[in-house]
């Protein structure tokens, strides 16, 4: 019998191309390309105005006291609905119904 002995297998070393070194380099600008315009600014300006904050009074919530009634103290001649939008909006409550006696609201002023 005879024995084979095998030594270690010569792996090729990679070689790029110019082709493909320039495929590798275009894959690094349009990944860079993408990153910028996912990352980048969200603001444009513009020649535009801006508009002013809205005025508002901080109104301090009372045992009982609901969203609806103190939007229409606040708003007696407007849409008390709409009123209502613009105090939770304003807040950031989760819902009209989120507020507790003691929680101080920022309601606009009409």
């Known amino acids: ?20 070194k320039l495929v590798i380099l275009m894959a690094a ?6 990153l910028a315009l996912v990352l980048g600014p969200a603001v444009v300006a513009t020649d535009e105005p801006g508009s002013a904050p809205q005025d508002t009074q901080t109104v301090k919530i009372m045992a009982g006291e609901t969203l609806w009634q ?7 001649h407007g849409d008390i609905r709409d009123t209502v939008d613009d105090i939770v909006r304003l807040n950031s409550l989760p819902s009209a119904s989120a507020v507790q006696p003691g929680t101080e609201l920022a309601v606009p002023v009409y």
Do not use: C, D, K, Y
Not at 29 to 34: E, H, R
């Open 1 to 20: 019998m005879s024995t084979i002995t095998i030594g270690p297998i010569a792996t090729p070393a990679v070689r790029l191309t110019r082709r493909g």
């Open 29 to 34: 600008f349009a990944a860079i390309a993408l």
């Open 70 to 76: 103190i939007a229409a103290e606040a708003n007696p």
